[in-house]
């Protein structure tokens, strides 16, 4: 489960940068995004002294106009999300996000000059809810089929899920989600997302 989700947020990495604008096409937001976040990186990951700090930094400035992150919240919550008021529905959001910009700033960690291929485009101008469709390379190992998953908004398109080797981010996070609903309501599982914000914080401190 935890290689997996750095493998999640390592797709994520690819693709958080603001430079993109409303008129941008899906595939072509998902190819800028890329490129514009790998050469960052590697920029970072050739300073003589990594800034952990100015990472996260970087992620939380660029994250919001990309992606719908309530959506992202209110699909891996699933049912459950009803329970919830609307205070507890935002301390979701606020606390999902949270954690995974800091599970992401750990995975750049694993980052070793992988490359992404994008496949041919599989969706018709009038579509508002596309697959972008990815490879993430690495020399010497398989390829990894990452998806996109993008609707059309007002403002432009719009992250809301991403598919790694056919698993989805949002349903890999339900099944544990649920479980802590289960144990502790929708009190426990923000509590679980603040604990789990507070493992990673503190595991970064130790390696550094």
Same mark, same amino acid.
């Given at each position: 489960? /935890?290689?997996?989700?750095?493998?999640?947020?390592?797709?994520?990495?690819?693709?958080?940068?603001?430079a993109?604008?409303?008129?941008?096409?899906?595939?072509?937001?998902?190819? /800028?995004?890329?490129?514009? %976040?790998?050469?960052?990186?590697?920029?970072?990951?050739?300073?003589?002294?990594?800034?952990? /700090?100015?990472?996260?930094?970087?992620?939380?400035?660029? %994250?919001?106009?990309?992606?719908?992150?309530?959506?992202?919240?209110?699909?891996?919550?699933?049912?459950?999300?009803?329970? #919830?008021?609307?205070?507890?529905?935002?301390?979701?959001?606020?606390?999902?996000?949270?954690?995974?910009?800091? =599970?992401?700033?750990?995975?750049?960690?694993?980052y070793?000059?992988?490359?992404?291929?994008?496949?041919?485009?599989?969706?018709s101008?009038?579509?508002?809810?596309?697959?972008?469709? =990815?490879?993430?390379?690495?020399?010497? =190992?398989?390829?990894?089929?990452?998806?996109?998953?993008l609707?059309?908004?007002?403002? +432009?398109?719009?992250?809301?899920?991403?598919?790694?080797? +056919?698993?989805?981010? %949002?349903?890999?996070?339900?099944?544990?989600? #649920?479980?802590?609903?289960?144990? +502790? +309501?929708?009190?426990?599982?923000?509590?679980?997302?603040?604990?789990?914000?507070?493992?990673?914080?503190?595991?970064?401190?130790?390696?550094?």
């Amino acid at each position: 489960m /935890k290689s997996l989700t750095t493998v999640f947020i390592l797709a994520l990495s690819f693709l958080l940068s603001p430079a993109a604008t409303a008129a941008t096409g899906p595939d072509e937001l998902v190819r /800028k995004l890329s490129n514009e %976040v790998l050469d960052i990186i590697r920029t970072e990951k050739a300073k003589p002294t990594e800034d952990a /700090k100015r990472l996260v930094a970087q992620v939380e400035a660029a %994250v919001s106009p990309h992606f719908d992150f309530r959506r992202m919240t209110m699909l891996a919550v699933g049912r459950d999300w009803r329970q #919830a008021t609307p205070e507890q529905q935002q301390r979701l959001v606020d606390s999902f996000y949270r954690m995974l910009v800091r =599970t992401y700033s750990n995975a750049l960690t694993q980052y070793r000059n992988q490359t992404v291929a994008f496949k041919p485009a599989r969706f018709s101008p009038e579509d508002t809810v596309v697959h972008v469709q =990815t490879e993430i390379r690495q020399s010497g =190992t398989q390829p990894i089929n990452v998806d996109y998953v993008l609707q059309k908004s007002d403002s +432009g398109w719009r992250i809301f899920d991403v598919v790694v080797a +056919g698993v989805s981010l %949002v349903t890999n996070y339900r099944g544990s989600f #649920a479980q802590e609903i289960r144990a +502790g +309501g929708i009190e426990g599982l923000i509590r679980a997302l603040e604990a789990r914000e507070r493992e990673i914080v503190q595991g970064s401190s130790g390696q550094s």
